[in-house]
């Protein structure tokens, strides 16, 4: 048995493939009421994010049903009809990643076409996601947290001792390598109380928190590609928790001192004081402007839900004409002013911060401390 039949074997044995799909593969068992003639069915990975299907019928026009089944729905799904001329019938379809069961039904008999898959593919990254023109991705870099300490090769860990390009700014509390560990496949940076004077550049009572932050300062950077985050915060409705995560210019290529012209991309920013929001902010040359909701030079958002205290998801897909920022899937912010600031490389940082300005951090009223920034798994593409 050949590795695609016994992927395929697998799936029909716990129930996420339909009885049948063995037959496109040339081995469907005989039925006594299985007709002698069907509608002809043949796929092709289109170039545009999209599948073609072309086939032949027993009569020359004929009205056919396009469904497609997926092992998360576990159902057919009815797509569009299409009818064939002198006996043959072409159509595009949505491609997916998942493992996609294609096939077409005869409106008049009931009829339908073998079954034809689409088959994932996987790499480091997992599941290779389809890029706008229909190519997949391959994975450039990814972090799973699946060992018991922070992988060097791959992370720096910010401290006040060492300030680098890329530091977070505005935060009531200095950065410690003792608020950042991985444990149970996860990163998990924190904010807490430390002891007096940890801080020295802080002022007043604040100067006994710190918190945690980690890049691939000189370690890793990409210009363009996806770049994806699952992580949880500490859940509360008190101000003075913020967690992020962002890309900031590779200082080895760009000259950030120019900053916000030399650019930033500010994918999810948490804040404990909006409970239910995560929201992305694009730095450049237009911050001059203040916050731009619409058009194309839009650089932030107030619409981005994402629950405190869940598991959420964080993506960027970043080309040379458009930055795109997704929340748990969903697209909740565009920028396309082709500023040549995002047209570098950047790296990537992770940051638990405690609260300033709107967001402060009230001694007399906290939020939860110590506070954890909790990361399952970074993943950038090409």
Sequence with gaps: MN????????????GLLPAGVLGQFGVER??????????????????NGRVRLTGETRLKSETLYVERYTVFDKKYTRMQAITSTNHRFSVLMPARTVWTIYTVREARTGVHSHLRSIQPRF??????????????????WNEEFNGTRLDASKWYVHSKETPVSGNRAGAAACYSPDNV????G?????????????????TGALKILTSGQVSTYRKFSQKYGRFEVRSRNTATTRSGLHE???LWPDDR?????????SGEIDVSETYSNYPDLSVPFVHSRHDANGQILTG??????????????????????????????YVNGKLCMTHASGDAAFDQPFILALTQLVGSGTNTFNLLAPPPIPATYEVDYVRVWN
């Excluded at 480091?124 to 190519?135: M, N």
């Excluded at 996860?186 to 802080?202: D, I, N, Q, T």
């Design 3 to 14: 590795i695609t039949r016994m992927v395929v074997a697998l799936l029909l044995g716990v």
């Design 30 to 47: 005989a039925s006594a009421a299985a007709p002698t003639v069907r509608p002809v069915l043949n796929l092709h990975v289109h170039t």
């Design 123 to 140: 790499d480091a990254c997992g599941l290779r996601p389809l890029r706008g023109d229909g190519t997949l991705y391959y994975c450039s």
């Design 181 to 184: 560990s991985v444990s149970n």
């Design 186 to 202: 996860s990163l998990r940076l924190v904010a807490r109380y430390a002891s007096l004077l940890e801080c020295p550049g802080l």
């Design 244 to 246: 992020a995560f962002w």
């Design 253 to 261: 290529y760009v000259d950030v001192s120019s900053w916000p012209v």
């Design 296 to 325: 194309p030079n839009t650089n932030t958002a107030w619409h981005c839900a994402a629950r405190r205290g869940a598991w959420n998801t964080y993506r960027l897909d970043w080309t040379s004409r458009r930055l795109d920022i």
